[in-house]
């Protein structure tokens, strides 16, 4: 029986410390993050899924970004092991969650590293990005995991931004989307439909062919819904400034056993 639950992490007061790695430092509004955070949860929750709170860790400027700390393939979770040293004590409160919601969980060691966002699932096809936060021995250990349950594990170079999302998603159909100046090796991608905005490459299913994108990209909005898809815009602003995307603040587990 299908789940439909989704985490997410409230922001922590130090979210203005968060990681800059590609883009210039620019200041965050901690309360209007939080105001967006609510809305972008509100959002989910109105697309029909159920949000489960991680507990919050105040200490960690970047443990919004929940998606970082766990990739989900069926009832599996693989609690990672982040690419910054500094992300590394996230995950504890995010393999709680996970196994309190009747998960499997297994984990990344070291060497391995691996950020949730380098994983980018489209179907039974996992591609992992590797050469940012993600290493190789990393990616091996995913494809440990997942391969065995089913997954086709395809590793991709990622040189141009924080994390593979951050360059390519999905939408409904399978159609990989993404930013022809941000993508290292598009011919490792099936069917890749280039789109304007930088953050336009930025999806999340949330259902019935709805895809929750940031404000920041209209014209790319504009571009879906001539295909036939709904785009469901929220502004995340604040979290832009800090490398993050729709895709990073929730983790959504679709196949829980319970
Ligand atoms: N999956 C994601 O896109 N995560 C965004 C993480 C942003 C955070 N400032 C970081 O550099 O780790």
Same mark, same amino acid.
């Given at each position: 029986?299908?789940?439909? @639950?989704?985490?997410?992490? /409230?922001?922590?007061? /130090?979210?203005?410390?968060?990681?800059?790695?590609?883009?210039?430092?620019?200041?965050?509004?901690?309360?209007?993050?939080?105001?967006?955070?609510?809305?972008?949860?509100?959002?989910?929750?109105?697309?029909?899924?159920?949000?489960?709170?991680?507990?919050?860790?105040?200490?960690?400027?970047?443990? $919004?970004?929940?998606? =970082?700390?766990? $990739?989900?393939?069926?009832?599996?979770?693989?609690?990672? /092991? !982040?690419?910054?040293?500094?992300?590394?004590?996230?995950?504890?409160?995010?393999?709680?969650?996970?196994?309190?919601?009747?998960? %499997?969980?297994?984990?990344?060691?070291?060497?391995?590293?691996?950020?949730?966002?380098?994983?980018? @699932?489209?179907?039974?096809?996992?591609?992992?990005?590797?050469?940012? /936060?993600?290493n190789a021995a990393g990616a091996q250990q995913l494809r440990a995991v997942f391969e065995p349950l089913g997954a086709r594990v395809v590793a991709v170079p990622v040189s141009k931004v924080l994390h593979l999302k951050s360059a390519v998603t999905a939408l409904?159909?399978?159609?990989? $989307?993404?930013?022809?100046?941000?993508? =290292?090796?598009? *011919?490792?991608? !099936?069917?890749?439909?280039?789109?304007?905005?930088?953050?336009?490459?930025?999806?999340?299913?949330?259902? =019935?062919?709805?895809?929750?994108?940031?404000? %920041?990209?209209? @014209?790319?909005?504009?571009?879906?819904?001539?295909?036939?898809?709904?785009? $469901?815009?929220?502004?995340?602003?604040?979290?832009? @400034?800090?490398?993050?995307?729709?895709?990073?603040? *929730?983790?959504?587990?679709? =196949?829980?056993?319970?």
């Amino acid at each position: 029986m299908p789940s439909r @639950k989704a985490l997410i992490r /409230r922001p922590s007061p /130090r979210l203005a410390e968060g990681l800059v790695t590609h883009g210039t430092r620019v200041p965050v509004d901690v309360g209007l993050a939080v105001e967006q955070w609510l809305e972008y949860g509100r959002v989910l929750r109105e697309y029909g899924w159920e949000t489960v709170e991680v507990d919050p860790a105040d200490d960690c400027p970047d443990s $919004v970004f929940v998606e =970082d700390a766990v $990739v989900v393939f069926r009832n599996v979770a693989l609690i990672t /092991r !982040p690419g910054t040293p500094t992300r590394r004590p996230e995950t504890t409160g995010v393999e709680e969650s996970v196994a309190r919601l009747g998960a %499997s969980v297994n984990w990344i060691w070291e060497p391995g590293t691996l950020d949730g966002g380098d994983v980018l @699932k489209i179907g039974d096809t996992v591609y992992v990005g590797i050469g940012g /936060r993600t290493n190789a021995a990393g990616a091996q250990q995913l494809r440990a995991v997942f391969e065995p349950l089913g997954a086709r594990v395809v590793a991709v170079p990622v040189s141009k931004v924080l994390h593979l999302k951050s360059a390519v998603t999905a939408l409904p159909d399978g159609t990989v $989307v993404g930013h022809p100046p941000l993508v =290292d090796a598009p *011919s490792l991608f !099936p069917r890749l439909l280039p789109v304007p905005e930088e953050s336009g490459a930025h999806v999340m299913l949330l259902g =019935d062919g709805a895809v929750l994108m940031s404000a %920041s990209a209209p @014209k790319t909005a504009e571009l879906f819904a001539t295909l036939g898809h709904e785009p $469901v815009l929220v502004d995340i602003g604040e979290f832009e @400034k800090l490398e993050g995307c729709v895709t990073c603040l *929730s983790v959504r587990l679709r =196949d829980l056993y319970v």
